[in-house]
């Protein structure tokens, strides 16, 4: 359809195929490495996939880090991103990364409701601030929990920073997609679970991140909700779609060290 490639990563990506292994491998390797800190498969939901992660830190807990996965609500889970905590984990951190059901056997508005679900039950176990971190779809979703009536008031309290990186926030776009064959949105399906076109949201800082070397529709939608939001919006030099979410697994660098101004 028309904007099938507009929304395309993989095929301007070099290699594109080889990151899903290479991240299912590091993903493994780390929850090995940690052990008893590693908490996997906790339900949250009555399907399958409806499980999280939890990796707690060494030390004492500064709150809770959630990441929620990208893919465009139809591939991936919680499996193949857990190297991603180490950033967070080793500031001291408790991070959690959950799964979902995807497209076409939910709606991305059942999405929403379950990443809100898994919220409430992660924060549940883990006290202290909350921020959210979201890649792509995931983006969107983490960027959907800013919007008033998708979570409690009180569990919307502890919300203390949210970074949408190379988000989805304006899913009008998508209608012309072959995607939406998957998704089933009409207009205004899309407009409803849009964070850049929602007014009524909780006062959450906030920072987009993109890569500079992302497709032009992805620097679009990061600029569009950071407009939207009055939110700064970072362009990282040199990274594109796959590995713009690396730098989440370095205590050291900046994205790390941006989540973790609030303190």
Request: hydrophobic share 45%; with cysteine.
């Amino acid at each position: 359809m028309e904007l099938d490639d507009a929304y395309a990563n993989a095929a301007y990506i070099p290699r594109a195929d080889a990151f899903p292994s290479r991240w299912a491998k590091a993903a493994a390797d780390f929850r090995d490495a940690l052990g008893d800190k590693a908490e996997c498969d906790v339900s949250y939901g009555p399907s399958q996939r409806q499980v999280y992660d939890l990796f707690r830190p060494d030390g004492p807990s500064r709150g809770l880090f959630v990441f929620v996965h990208g893919g465009y609500w139809l591939r991936f889970d919680k499996s193949f991103w857990s190297h991603l905590a180490a950033g967070m984990r080793d500031t001291g951190w408790t991070v959690a990364m959950p799964s979902y059901d995807l497209c076409p056997g939910v709606r991305i508005a059942d999405i929403t409701k379950q990443i809100a679900t898994a919220i409430g039950a992660m924060a549940a176990r883990v006290d202290g601030p909350i921020i959210l971190a979201g890649h792509s779809a995931g983006g969107h979703l983490v960027a959907r929990m800013a919007c008033k009536g998708v979570l409690p008031d009180d569990l919307a309290a502890r919300l203390v920073y949210i970074m949408p990186i190379s988000p989805v926030a304006d899913l009008r776009p998508l209608l012309r997609t072959s995607m939406n064959d998957s998704f089933a949105m009409s207009e205004a399906d899309a407009i409803a679970e849009s964070p850049a076109l929602i007014s009524d949201r909780h006062e959450v800082p906030a920072t987009v991140w993109v890569g500079a070397d992302e497709r032009p529709a992805f620097l679009d939608q990061a600029r569009w909700l950071g407009d939207a939001w009055g939110a700064p919006v970072v362009v990282d030099r040199g990274k594109h779609h796959f590995d713009v979410i690396d730098a989440l697994a370095d205590s050291g660098g900046s994205m790390v060290q941006k989540l973790t101004q609030i303190e």
